[in-house]
Each structure stands twice: as C-alpha cells, then as structure tokens.
C-alpha cells in the first residue's frame, strides 16, 4: 500500500464517525500483538496546549538519550505527521506500511463485530501509531488524547504519568456541561499508583477533581510551575507554560533532569501552527487557537510580539476561520478588541462558519467596537489582503481553526483538493 491509498482508506473511514468506546481498541490491540505494552508511555490530556506539551516532552526525553516516539492530532499537511520518532515525522512509506498493518487488524475486529460498528478513523490511526511506534523499538512515547479520555482510543496504554494541560468548556455535547464533569473524563486516564502532572493555572474545579481522582487511586499529583526556566524557540507566553508543564512531566518519568539537555530542548523544539512564523514585512503567524480559552492565549501574547514587530504606520490584522461547534461569539469579540481589522474567510472543512456569518455575528457582538473587517471568502486571497490591511511595518495572524491554517500552509492548487481529518 502506497501513501496515496493509504489516505484514502482513512478518509473513508470519516463516513462511520466519531464513537466512544474502548472495545473496538482493545481487540484491535490483541490482533496487532499489543504493541502499546512495548514501550513505555505518557499520556497528555486536556483542552488546550496538548500538541505542543506533547512535542515539548518528547524533545527533554531525546535530549536525555532515549529513543523517543509521539503521537499528536490534527495533522496539518499529512496524515504521518501525527506519528514522530526523535522528533521526526516518519515518512509517508512507513505511515503506510502501519496503516496496512492495522486494516488487517481491523478486518478481524470488524467481521466478529459486525456492520454496525466497524473500526473508526481515529481508532485506525491510533493503532497504526502504536504498531508503528513499537515497529521503531521506542523508549518511552508521548500520547496526545484525541478528545476526552476515558472513552478515548488513546486510552488502552498503560502509561506511568499522566499529563493534564487545561481544561475548559469544550465538546459538552460528549464530555459534561461543566469544567468539573469535563475534568473527570479527562482524568480516568489516571491509572493507580501513577503520576499525574498539572499544568499550572488550572481551573479551581478541575483541581479538585484532579485530587479527588488521584486520591481514589493512589496516585500522585505534581503541579507544574509557570516559568520554563529555559529560553524558548517556540513563540508565546502560552508556549512558556507548556514547556513548564512539559518539564515538569519528563523529570515526574526520569525522576530527575539534565539542565543542559532540558535548555537545549527548549532552544529546539517549535511547534508547526502555534505562532508559526510563514513570512515577514509583514510578519505573519498562523495560530491554530480554534476555542475562547485558545484565543485568550493567543491575545496575551501579541502585545510582545507586536512591540517587537510593528513600524510606526503598521496594524495588527487578523485572518480568522472559525468552525459552527466553537463559541465564535467570544472569539470574535476578543480578536476584534485585540487587532485593528478582521479578514473573515472560510477553509475546506464542511463544518466552517461561512464568512457572511461571522461578519454579521461581529455587527451584532461589538457595534461599540467599530473594528474594521470585511470577507474574503478565499483563505489565500484572504492572507494576501490581510498584508495589505496590515503594511509592510504590521503584523497578520490567522487564526480560529486548525484548518486553516491547515490550508494556509499549502499551495492554492492543492488545498483544495485536501482536507484534514475531523479529529
């Protein structure tokens, strides 16, 4: 099987959806040979920060000699970005060669389970990234949950520690209505007598059901300081606590840390859209921040970056994207009161809020605000006229949705004809 069907085969898979479950995982793990008890495992879970801590522990681990692995979500561009061994995408070929191995697998589970519920995409991908994990003889690997935890497919490892990096008010529909109900999903991830490790700023309720989970099974907590204590190569405030929680995780699984090795992890590691710089005069930024609590953070980091950036004569535009599941109300409201103009445009995903939309939700939300935006229903055509919005001395981010950005990072020609996986 070559890259191209291998895509296919997963983007088919998007017509059966999203089901919660960890059956279908755990059969898919026995006809695979249990390849998640071949290394040892970290499991991240969380709202926001969860890609970026992912790759930040996995940079100190290789930096303290251990073959490390990763596994994170959404992709980007491809499919087997979602899948690093020491801090590398494994290529096309191989993403394919584990694709292969886990449709075999998922032709056993499926025949015995029945039409009605065949194997998922994410289901797929995640038993890909495990054989192909314990394919490559990794250590230790960093596990980014999909969404959720209990029920999620990540959730058949045995993992040592256990990593929380938010929590906010996000996919109520599956996970609770509260931060505490939405906490406690997250947290069944928490295995007895493990560590898990606490990103700092945590919402008081999903603090206390942290110690009332970690209390029920013998666990212990960590909670992660704000400052790094490191320099970073990765751009904003937000990435400054990641890399503290990250940290934090990687001496809770080494039980201590090199300093040099965790300096230099820091001074290499970035994170593809957060804060990826993609030009300058302007400088422009693309920021997968894709919920209210995702764009705060992007805002409270602007003010260094554009002190840093703008000429006199220079504005702050943003090109935002938001799909019809997020609180585009909050989110346009903060970017409207951050920036100097709007360009609202659309991406691929056939849950994106049309253009037309967000501007009249904008009219409606801060008429007080007169933020100058206007539509350009092209995402390419929208970052060229943001840069003109912005002069050559300004400063332009896009924003509001993975896909986006997603779209923004490949050539006109081909975005359309790709599209991200849902999760």
């Known amino acids: 099987m070559g890259p191209t ?3 296919q085969r997963l983007l088919s898979l998007e017509l059966f959806g999203m089901r919660f479950g960890l059956e279908r995982m755990r059969r898919l793990m026995t006809a695979l040979g249990h390849p998640e008890r071949r290394f040892e495992s970290i499991h991240v879970v969380g709202t926001n920060g969860k890609s970026s801590t992912t790759r930040m522990i996995a940079a100190i681990l290789a930096g303290h000699g251990l073959r490390v692995g990763a596994y994170t979500s959404p992709h980007l561009i491809g499919f087997n970005e979602r899948i690093r061994v020491d801090e590398q995408d494994i290529t096309p070929q191989r993403f394919a060669d584990a694709i292969e191995r886990a449709l075999r697998a998922a032709d056993q589970v499926n025949r015995s389970s029945g039409a009605e519920d065949p194997v998922t995409q994410f289901e797929l991908l995640t038993a890909a990234a495990y ?33 929380l990096t938010s929590v906010g008010l ?16 997250k947290l069944d991830v928490v295995k007895p007598g493990a560590t898990l490790v606490l990103g700092s700023g945590m919402h008081p309720d999903a603090l206390a059901v942290a110690y009332e989970v970690t209390a029920e099974r013998g666990a212990r907590v960590i909670q992660a300081e704000a400052d790094p204590h490191a320099e970073l190569a990765a751009l904003g ?20 840390l090199d300093e040099a090795a965790t300096s230099e992890a820091a001074a290499r590691v970035r ?14 930024l693309l920021d997968g ?29 943003a090109v935002v994207s938001i799909l019809d599941d997020k609180d585009a109300a909050v989110m346009l409201r903060s970017l409207a009161c951050a920036c100097d103009a709007l360009v609202l445009t659309s991406s691929h995903n056939p849950r994106v809020l049309p253009p037309p939309t967000l501007s009249a939700l904008l009219d409606q939300l801060a008429p007080e605000l007169a933020t100058e935006h206007e539509v350009v229903p092209s995402a390419h055509a929208a970052l060229r006229r943001a840069r003109t ?7 332009v981010i896009a924003t509001g949705s993975l896909y986006l950005v997603s779209e923004l990072l490949q050539d006109e020609s081909s975005a359309g004809r790709r599209r991200a996986s849902m999760l």
Request: hydrophobic share 45%; charged share 20%; net charge neutral.
């Open 5 to 7: 069907e291998a895509e």
């Open 131 to 163: 054989s192909e994990l314990a394919a490559s003889q990794v250590q230790v690997a960093v596990i980014e949950a999909g969404l959720g935890g209990r029920y999620d497919a990540t959730n058949v490892i045995p993992s040592n520690v256990q990593v």
């Open 170 to 185: 996000e996919h109520t529909r599956w996970l609770g209505p509260t931060v505490s109900a939405i906490a406690r999903e």
């Open 237 to 256: 405030s937000y990435q400054r606590r990641n890399f503290a929680l990250a940290r934090a995780a990687a001496g809770a699984f080494l039980g201590r």
């Open 271 to 284: 994170v593809p859209g957060r804060l990826q710089e993609i030009d300058q005069r302007p400088l422009t």
């Open 289 to 317: 921040a894709h919920n209210p609590d995702g764009v705060a953070a992007l805002i409270e980091s602007l003010p260094a970056i554009v002190a840093g950036h703008r000429d006199a004569g220079g504005r702050v535009v």
């Open 389 to 395: 919005l912005a002069g050559a001395g300004g400063v």
